[in-house]
């Protein structure tokens, strides 16, 4: 089992950059392939990137793709995402989450561990 606590959520203006960091423990983090998802009020929850165990992999949701980056540390456990350019559009509770597969997936269902979110705000 694998537990997941995000960091790094706040309040940014539209063109702004941020850092969101998931910090993993529990079982083997390389095992896990990992994924970032966002919720918006009133909307369902949506993939915004995912990155397989070793990191060679990457795969972004066209929304943020270009301003965007995911990457993971597996020495120290964690997984990040970057992202650049922030619209309003962004503002959304984003979670981290792992499976425990080789392969990244897109859709929520496939991932078996979830944190708890952390809230961006992007204003205009």
Do not use: H
Not at 8 to 26: D, H, I, K, M, T
Not at 42 to 70: L, M, P
């Amino acid at each position: 089992q694998v537990q997941l606590v995000e960091s790094g959520g706040g309040l940014v203006q539209a063109g702004g950059s941020l850092s969101l960091s998931c910090a993993a423990s529990g079982r083997t983090f390389s095992s896990y392939s990992m994924g970032w998802f966002r919720q918006a009020p009133g909307k369902e929850r949506e993939f915004v990137a995912a990155i397989s165990r070793s990191g060679g992999s990457t795969y972004y949701a066209d929304s943020v793709k270009g301003r965007s980056t995911i990457s993971r540390d597996n020495a120290k456990n964690t997984v990040d995402l970057q992202m650049n350019s922030l619209k309003p559009e962004d503002t959304a509770i984003y979670y981290c989450a792992a499976r425990i597969f080789r392969d990244y997936a897109t859709t929520a269902p496939a991932y078996g561990y979830w944190g708890q979110g952390t809230q961006l705000t992007v204003s205009s």
